[in-house]
């Protein structure tokens, strides 16, 4: 074949290449930057409302847009565009403060102008304790033996009625009483709801209180889970690792 018919074929299979995969990168980036994130839950700060193996879809248009919402986080404006703010008892995504290379997880309690606490492990919002209920205690499993673990649970209800529980793995821990937090305009109180576990805006050096430039999305629901140590890519796992009846489960 003389070169210069082979090199029009080969030119002509790039071009192909292109007109395929050009539409499907742009809506790729197109449902990434303005409609979801994906997310994979690393921690067990939020047990056991999320755990460890969870992945999630994050939707970035609840809150409007920053420029984290941008692809490397472009610092193409500051602000938010079509701002929508985060109510109280969301499970949001946010860029940690201090570093802002960093995702984190946790749950919206307070908001501009509030004043939070814990005293004795209880939470006090606006200087009144926030109403909950123990109920059945969440099973977890011993780091180094793997035997069960019991651990205390309660059904706490935020002010607006948002509902969910929290974990209680130690009966004076060091986060179970603190000062009284204000939190300042245009910023968020987060915090995980395995209270025990958790860095979160109670601890000011580390997370402390969230700029509202620095929320990327709500998190909306589950669509995959799998446990055991397993990681997602480790398909001959999946029949006894993945947790099927997590699939699906909306977090709203």
Known sequence: MPAGTQK???DGQLAQAIRFWLPVVLLFLFVRTLLFQPFHIPSESMQATLLVGDSLFVSKYSYGYSHYSLPLSLPLFS???LASEPRRGDVAVFRLPRDD???LIKR??????????MFRGHLHINGEPVSRV??????DSDEFT???VRVKRWRETLPGGVSHTTLDLLEAGP????PVY???AGHYFMMGDNRDDSTDSRVLNEVGYVPFENMIGRAEIIYFSIGEGAAAWQVWRWPTALRLNRFFTLLR
Not at 175 to 178: G, S, V
């Open 8 to 10: 029009k074929q080969q």
């Open 79 to 81: 602000g938010r565009i």
């Open 101 to 103: 290379s960093q995702d």
């Open 108 to 117: 919206v309690i307070g908001l501009p102008g509030d004043r939070i606490q």
């Open 134 to 139: 123990q109920i059945e205690d969440f099973i």
């Open 146 to 148: 793997g035997r069960p």
């Open 175 to 178: 986060l179970d009483d603190t």
């Open 182 to 184: 204000e939190v300042p």
